[in-house]
């Protein structure tokens, strides 16, 4: 059986049965993957360009710690004060 016709085979209520086998305990964890799944059907074009823009600022900062290693890190108490200090960037 592949995975694609597995997706195609699921059901409703094969999912509710499934549910119901489950502990108590672990449908908290159920519930939070369905909302991430109903995120990641809600993001739009927009959403991944920026999310995008994010990991490529992350990636510049890794490399410039990698070369500044003695460098000391920056702290803000706030996003305000973060927001000023990269206002040049």
């Known amino acids: 059986m592949t995975v694609d016709s ?3 085979s699921v059901t409703i209520e094969d ?11 672990y449908l908290p964890e159920v ?3 369905i909302e991430f799944v ?13 999310d995008e ?8 900062n890794q490399a410039y710690k990698e070369q500044q290693p003695d460098e ?3 702290r803000y108490t706030s996003g ?3 927001l000023k200090a990269v206002v040049d960037l």
């Open 31 to 33: 519930l939070q993957y």
């Open 15 to 25: 999912i509710i049965k499934a549910l119901r086998r489950l502990p108590d305990e």
């Open 53 to 60: 823009d994010l990991w490529q600022a992350v990636e510049v």
């Open 72 to 74: 000391p890190l920056e």
């Open 80 to 82: 305000e004060d973060f």
């Open 6 to 8: 597995v997706k195609a």
């Open 38 to 50: 109903e995120y990641k059907t809600e993001l739009n074009e927009e959403d991944i360009v920026e």
